[in-house]
């Protein structure tokens, strides 16, 4: 049985404390690794035959914002099939140098996953056959999922803000009707109540 | 307290099992009957309108379900629901377009021949809907001129067969000339379609 503790040993045995962050949320044991070491840890949980975590479940971006050297983060789901254990592995990269390594040498199905990350938060994978974006329109020019972008399609010119619950002409969501409920507000509106 | 019904609210005693359809104006006699060739390709034309379903997501569902036998879509004509633009009359789009689907929308549009109605069906359709996203066209209008609009998330098939019959009401009154007319011409123009 390939128990969480033996794989955090392997682990340590193998890379030291180039290796840390060890957590187990829900059962799965998660850690995190300098980026530039990605695909060596990749390659030896693929390679040895007591780990052999030889299926990557997910590869997905993360966007921390405002964390400096750990803003942008790329996870690992790799899946362990013939012991049935999961784990997860996260490497960050800061914004200005989104730069890591491709798992596509090892995993096939890294290639459109890496794709899908690139599209949203501009990730570069280096040593990518086929960097392009996937789900997003080509022309786009910017990365939609990086926090300091609104969700909305920026060209739309007949929205009320009112509906969104923000701003418009009675002002929901601004310091103009923070009075609590409706029926506090008209007594404040009124003059009787100060809340 | 659930919404009060708007649709099927006058209940209509069944006349007769066979419905025909309005005779249009003109001028009859024994053995003939005058009137203007608009009227008599227009009353052709509605009751026989092929549909083409760019059935995308949830509003799909609801078409299937006005296809079926219980708001059947056949008696209006549209016994033949065919797949291939080139032999359509009506676009009906039903579902979320997302901007990368915009050009094969607008494709599609163009690959059928005139007479051509389009009906945007459900909210994404109409206007972007509840995705006012990066990604979601907000509205097909953005692509192809639409002639009806029919609103709701998902509309009820009763909403859906309200949105053919008004497209059956452009139809029967449209002139024959429309097509070739400079009015359409710009209405293709400002849509970038030649």
Redesign the interface.
Known sequence: MLSNEHIKQRLIEKFNDQVYGFEEPYGTLTFEAPREMNLKVLNFLYDEEDLKFRFLTDLCGVHFPGQGEKELAVVYHLHNLEDNVRIRFKVFAPLSKPDIYTATGLFSSANWMERETYDFYGINFIGHPNLRRILNVDEMDYFPLLKHYPLEDQSRVDKDDEMFGRGGSIGFGTAKTDHGTVVEAEKHNAGEEKV | MSRPVSFNIKKKPLVSDISMAEMPEGHQGEGFFATTLDSVIGLARKNSIWPLPFATSCCGIEFMATMGAHYDLARFGSERVGFSPRQCDLLMVMGTIA??MGPVVKQVYLQMAEPRWVIAVGACASS?GIF?????L?GIDQVIPVDVYVPGCPPRPEAILDGVMNIQKLVGKESLRRRSSPGYKTLLESYGIQ
């Open positions: 901007k990368k972007g006012d996203t990066y990604s979601v907000q």
